[in-house]
């Protein structure tokens, strides 16, 4: 059908019933194949055509279906057949010279055997690299996940997919990996758009190309080429190939309009056609309180350095405000595992005081190896600000924290969150601390606290003179504070933020976490323990899923099997839980993981009825309109 570059010739699929009872097709370029009784809906006009159209038809009109009152189309032929006539047939089709007759293919799609798919000329191609099938079947080869790649064609099973290496990742249906860039620190936004801020870290490329970029506080950094996509009426110029930061995760099979959202909702924009976003300082225009306005935006490229720290001293120059600051360039601490008793102290109330720094403070040996022991004679730490990103605490006990007649209304005392500073902490724990507002943590207003697998034991809270009564043992949470029971970022499950012991704002006194410490370690496929967030000395707990259920990475407990799936396996062998069996082509199974007894017998798979059909593994029949290629 004319040539391929104007999109004509490839696979249609069937999409739905128009008004006459005969299916439309469409492919994948965005042509339609439909009959239309009359084109033009005029008495006298072209009756009875089948046509090839970029408009999608009606499905509710009785004639002139791309409802236009005129017979606009790139292809048709007179019949009334109740499909498009197959085989080879003369056309009348207008090549981009005016209208002539060409011989036209119109050929069911084949059934193809596992590793291969039908073509345009209704044989069977294999796969291509990235891609595979499974089974015989007349759908296409499916993509390999993201971080997987497919490095050969004609691939007949999920498990030619293979992982990519840590530090690299791809997209769906990629040929290889890619090695990802490194971080990237971004300073210079004005006040209002200041958690745009931070350490950027690498995320997936985009379509063109291009990677895009995340800090801690949920904003992105990326490439697009249209921001306002088709919604561009108005806009002397649609094209804006602009990198930008938004707080919206941009899409990566989107050509433009990465965000979706019809319109250019950014927080700060600069435009180039540069493969990465710019380095060194640039103009860009930057979403403040009093408007758009041009800011001087520096990016460079984050290379932190690890310190080895195994006494005091030396964390003390690490991370306290009149020690030597070297945390001011985001640098992380690598503690060894010992107890840290006050030698050179921030003051006589504090041992540690962070002003205006980020990197990390990480236990480089077990959880909680690494013991801050303020011996009941001093608060711990206390954070003023992080500056341009946050301050992270990995596997470090807080160890009675406090000293409360030097200060009647303090609060914090084995760790204080002070305003406008962001502390994450993972695995830590928070033990014997005593301070009028917190005996753990204190929250200050303004200011960004979350705590991952954190245990709270054993804290108090005296009650200052004049104050409420509702003070937190545990944490005195002021500002912004979330506790979760589940594992961080980039491990496995994902937590959901404001989980966990917040009462009315504060943990209140004598409340203590069930959360354990441990590690995310998770279960091995097929098996789950209690939660994703375990102790490694219970990880034989781990069970085997029963009937209908199956675990994958990305959950913790057995999860029923979707739709089109089910598993009859009764716990014999792990292995057959990793994943749901898909119900077989000419049945179905609608129920959506909501009822074990739906999934837990290949009886569960209903026969589709008379006229209908179903793939493997589907939900739903489908009537039976022919696929076209």
């Known amino acids: 059908m004319c040539s391929d570059s104007l999109g004509y010739n490839s696979r249609y699929e069937a999409e739905a019933f128009t008004r006459s009872g005969r299916w439309y097709y469409k492919n994948s370029n965005g042509f339609y194949i439909y009959w239309d009784p009359n084109c033009d809906g005029a008495i006298g006009g072209l009756t009875d055509l089948w046509i090839v159209n970029p408009v999608k038809p009606s499905t509710t009109a009785e004639n002139d279906l791309d409802d236009d009152g005129k017979c606009r189309f790139h292809a048709y032929i007179p019949s009334t057949e109740e499909t498009p006539p197959s085989g080879t047939n003369s056309w009348r089709i207008n090549c981009g010279h005016g209208f002539s007759y060409a011989d036209i293919s119109v050929l069911g799609a084949a059934t193809c055997p596992e590793g291969k798919e039908p073509d345009n000329s209704g044989l069977c191609s294999p796969c291509s690299a990235g891609f595979y099938s499974d089974s015989a079947s007349t759908d296409l080869c499916f993509p390999c996940p993201s971080n997987h790649y497919g490095p050969t064609p004609g691939a007949t099973s999920s498990d030619a997919c293979v992982a ?87 899409s990566t099979t989107a050509d433009e309009d990465l965000d979706g959202d019809g319109q250019c909702g950014y927080i700060g924009r600069l435009s180039t056609t540069s493969q990465s976003p710019p380095n060194g300082t640039n103009t860009w225009s930057v979403a403040c309180s009093s408007g758009f306005v041009e800011r001087n935006i520096t990016i460079a490229p984050f290379e932190p350095t690890d310190r080895s720290i195994d006494n005091t001293q030396k964390l003390f ?94 609060g914090g005392a ?40 954190t245990l709270f034991k054993g804290n108090n809270a005296t009650t200052p003179q004049g104050s409420a009564t509702n003070v937190g043992a545990d944490l005195q949470n002021e500002g912004g504070a979330a506790i979760f029971d589940k ?143």
């Open 164 to 250: 990519c290496e840590p530090g690299k990742s791809s997209n769906e249906a990629s040929v290889e990996c890619y090695t990802n860039p490194l971080p990237l620190l971004v300073s210079g936004m004005c006040d209002s758009a200041v958690n745009a801020n931070g350490v950027y870290e690498s995320q997936k490329p985009t379509k063109s190309g291009r990677w895009y970029f995340k800090n801690g506080n949920g904003y992105f950094l990326y490439w697009d080429y249209n921001c306002h996509g088709d919604n561009f009426e108005g806009h002397s110029n649609p094209h804006y190939e602009r990198w930008m930061f938004e707080n919206t995760e941009p």
């Open 317 to 410: 120059d690490f991370i306290s405000a009149n020690g030597e600051n070297v945390m001011a360039g985001g640098d992380r601490a690598l503690v060894a595992p010992r107890t840290y008793l006050c030698g050179t102290c921030h003051s006589e109330v504090t041992m540690f005081q962070a002003a205006q720094l980020y990197g990390s403070v990480v236990c480089s040996g077990d959880a909680l190896g690494c013991v801050l022991d303020g011996i009941g004679q001093r608060f711990i730490m206390e954070v003023i600000g992080t500056s341009i990103s946050s301050l992270k605490i990995v596997g470090v006990k807080f160890f009675m924290g406090g000293r409360t007649q030097y200060c009647a209304n303090c």
């Open 414 to 453: 084995g760790l204080s969150v002070g305003a406008s500073a962001v502390v994450i902490v993972e695995f830590c724990s928070f033990e014997q601390g005593s301070a009028p507002l917190g005996g753990g943590v204190a929250v200050a207003s303004g200011s960004s606290f979350k705590a991952y697998g």
């Open 487 to 629: 594992c961080p970022d980039k491990w496995v499950g994902i937590p959901e933020e404001g989980h966990g012991l917040d009462t009315g704002g504060f943990i209140a006194t004598g409340v203590t976490s069930s959360f354990g410490i441990g590690s995310c370690t998770v279960c091995p496929l097929g098996l789950a323990g209690s939660s994703v967030w375990h102790d490694p000395a219970y990880a034989s707990s781990c069970s085997i899923c029963p009937l209908g259920k199956y675990r994958s990475l990305e959950v913790a407990g057995c999860t029923i099997c979707g739709a089109g799936k089910y598993l009859d396996d009764d716990g014999t062998r792990a292995s057959l839980h990793a994943a749901c069996i898909g119900c077989e082509a000419g049945r179905y199974l609608s129920d959506e993981g909501l009822s074990i007894d739906s999934h837990d017998s290949i009886a569960d798979c209903a026969m589709c009825g008379a006229g209908r059909y179903s793939s493997v593994g589907s939900p739903v029949c489908t009537s039976c309109g022919k696929v076209l290629g």
